[in-house]
């Protein structure tokens, strides 16, 4: 009896055996198979490049560029007497031309014994702040950078705005969130995903039952965008929404541009 039981145990277990290892290559192989479209998926979420996102080179040894963009400019705000709106006098680069749009009356540069800021609660429409230099535009492409210090409050998220020299504006989909101290945040300019910015109040075609406003300027997020980052013409920030007071606001205490300076023409 002892041997007529022992014998199927040993035939069911050998069996067990040739089964699993029939089956572990496939299994593998649909493993990788799955890791491998992940990649694919988050490789052409930037559009018009056929999947391979410009600011990478995808052969060699390393990946992307092990150049260092030198600074163009760091601006951290004067600490002199807070004001509503923020001004010119505000800029640590006085060479620097500051350019505010939306709600131009608002956005306030406060003070504080231990930090300045800029504060954007008590907006009441979208806004824009942008620097340029009147003496050169900028070269953004490549190692290009922008770092964003925030401290930001109330589902706030502070994107890199810019207006290249065509006139065109763009808006990042990548942006600074909020949080309960303040933070430092370097975007490679290449790699982020663009949206063209809609600054003018004009109808998009003959539907349109509402007049435009001449006076209004929306910056509305539009469809995907593809700048020509050597061509930069300003260089700011934007949470593309009105303020909420202080529950709700952005506050930007520093930020650096990293790229090359163009002489204007």
């Known amino acids: 009896m002892t ?6 145990g040993i035939a069911a277990l050998f069996i067990g055996a040739v089964l699993s290892m029939a089956e572990s290559p496939a299994g593998s192989q649909q493993q990788t198979t799955g890791r491998g479209n992940r990649g694919a998926n988050r490789g052409t979420g930037n559009g018009g490049n056929n999947g391979v996102n410009p600011g990478f080179d995808t052969g060699g040894a390393g990946i992307g ?3 260092v963009a030198p600074l163009i400019f760091e601006e951290h705000w004067r600490d002199i007497p807070m004001s509503e709106p923020i001004t010119p006098e505000h800029l640590s680069n006085p060479g620097l031309l500051l350019h505010i749009y939306g709600d131009s009356d608002h956005i306030r540069a406060t003070q504080h014994p231990t930090e300045a800021y800029t504060y954007t609660g008590e907006t009441i429409t979208n806004w824009a702040l942008t ?3 009147p003496k050169f535009y ?7 950078k922008v770092m964003l210090r925030t ?3 109330g589902y706030r998220f502070t994107h ?10 763009y808006a990042s989909e990548e942006g600074s969130p909020e949080s309960t101290s303040w933070i430092e945040r370097e975007y490679a300019l290449p790699d982020l995903h663009w949206r063209i910015l809609l600054m003018t109040d004009t109808p998009s075609n003959a539907s349109n039952r509402r007049k435009p406003d001449p006076k209004l300027v929306p910056i509305i997020p539009m469809g995907m965008g593809h700048p020509d980052l050597t061509k930069v013409d300003e260089v700011g920030f934007s949470d593309l929404m009105p303020g909420g007071w202080i529950p709700s606001t952005s506050r930007v205490n520093s930020w650096k541009v990293f790229g090359k300076k163009i002489p204007r023409s």
């Open 131 to 133: 620097l340029s230099d």
């Open 151 to 153: 401290r930001n409050s």
């Open 65 to 67: 560029s092990a150049e």
């Open 138 to 144: 900028y070269d953004l492409s490549g190692s290009g």
């Open 3 to 8: 041997k007529t039981t022992f014998l199927p």
């Open 160 to 169: 890199v705005v810019i207006k290249t020299l065509d006139g065109k504006w």
